[in-house]
Nanobody, 117 residues
């Protein structure tokens, strides 16, 4: 059984920083993409950033230049460094893993990020 374990969420003031971490535990193979999504109250879950096996990154427009995704495919880990946080970044952040064989999507349980003064 695969479990994605997230850590690093919390409360931070606007302009502050947080670093999220996620490790995929269990029998997981052929990781193709690692990433982070978020869901704010009353809104749909949205992509924040992804990184592929070839270390190609993709970011949602509102976080470009502020967030940095990194990962280690061999260690089944992914990180999200979040700088210059804004009130609108408040959400539950979910770790995401996509495997190519077999094709599967895995999700973490979510970690709360609250940006408030």
């Amino acid at each position: 059984q695969v479990q994605l374990v997230e850590s690093g969420g919390g409360l931070v003031q606007p302009g502050g920083s947080l670093r999220l971490s996620c490790v995929a535990a269990g029998s997981i193979f052929s990781i193709n993409t690692l990433g982070w999504y978020r869901q704010a109250p009353g809104k749909q879950r949205e992509l924040v950033a992804t990184i592929t096996r070839g270390y190609i990154t993709n970011y949602e427009d509102s976080v470009k230049g502020r967030f940095t995704i990194s990962g280690d495919i061999a260690k089944n880990t992914v990180y999200l460094q979040m700088n210059s946080l804004k009130l609108e970044d408040t959400a539950v952040y979910y770790c995401y893993v996509h495997t190519s064989w077999p094709v599967n999507d895995y999700w973490g349980q979510g970690t709360q990020v609250t940006v408030s003064s």
